[in-house]
């Protein structure tokens, strides 16, 4: 079955820290990888996405790198807050052109002040 | 807009019960998504709509567990009998076309 490998499980950064999630993809028909904030006792939303033809996007503190041939992409949140502690999906569509999402197993970012 | 719209929150049954969990899609999407959420699966799809018409059910666990989506605002997710390992949290997401899904806040299920 397809899968999306994510990595670490949890992290622990202090303010100011960078923090990076890491996921590795297997489709290869891909179109559209986003990445999903989950903040405890809410549904996840999402935070920022990434098409293929471009190898990095940027909002605001919250980068998407994307390396195609090593099939992964990460997510970078530069200057971390507190407010930033939540668990964060990546996801990828398992067939080009499906509007099914895969997800990771999630990351757990705890942020200390 | 109000956004997904969940009902209940909370539902806490005892094992056999019928449980039906509620979801309104945001207004014009057509896309609509059930998905269960545990700490040991994470985030699992278990069926999508497309136009009211299920597309893929391949997520669904079993026969027991069943949804329908009688016109664009309304779809239930049915879990008949209930069971202890169905207790998670449910989650509806509607999408219009293949853009972003949107997430309700859930429905925590409880199964004793």
């Known amino acids: 079955q397809q899968q999306v490998k994510q990595s670490p499980q949890s992290l622990i950064v202090q303010k100011g820290g960078i923090s990076i999630i890491n996921c590795a993809y297997e489709?290869?028909?891909?179109?559209?990888f986003p990445w999903y904030q989950q903040f405890p006792g809410k549904g996840p939303a999402l935070l920022i996405a990434?098409?293929?033809?471009?190898s990095e996007k940027k909002e605001g503190r919250f980068t998407i790198s994307f390396n195609k041939s090593a099939k992964q992409f990460s997510l970078h949140i530069m200057d971390s807050q507190p407010g930033d502690s939540a668990t964060y999906f990546c996801?990828?569509?398992?067939?080009?052109?499906?509007?099914?999402?895969?997800f990771g197993k999630g990351t757990k970012l705890t942020v200390n002040p | 807009d109000a956004g997904v719209i969940q009902s209940p929150r909370h539902e806490v049954t005892e094992m056999g019960q019928e449980v039906t969990l509620r979801c309104k899609p945001i207004?014009?999407?057509?896309?609509l998504f059930w998905y269960r959420q545990t700490m040991m699966r994470g985030l699992e799809l278990l069926i999508y709509f497309n136009n009211n018409v299920p597309i893929d059910d391949s997520g669904m666990p079993e026969d027991r567990f069943s949804a329908k989506m009688p016109n664009a605002s309304f779809s239930t997710l049915k879990i008949q009998p209930s069971e202890p390992r169905d207790s998670a949290v449910y989650f509806c997401a509607s999408s219009f076309l293949r853009d972003t899904q949107y997430f309700g806040p859930g429905t925590r299920l409880t199964v004793l």
């Open positions: 996801a990828d569509h398992p067939q080009g052109g499906s509007e099914k999402l895969v």
């Open positions: 207004s014009g999407h057509d896309y």
């Open positions: 489709n290869t028909a891909f179109d559209y």
């Open positions: 990434i098409r293929p033809d471009v």
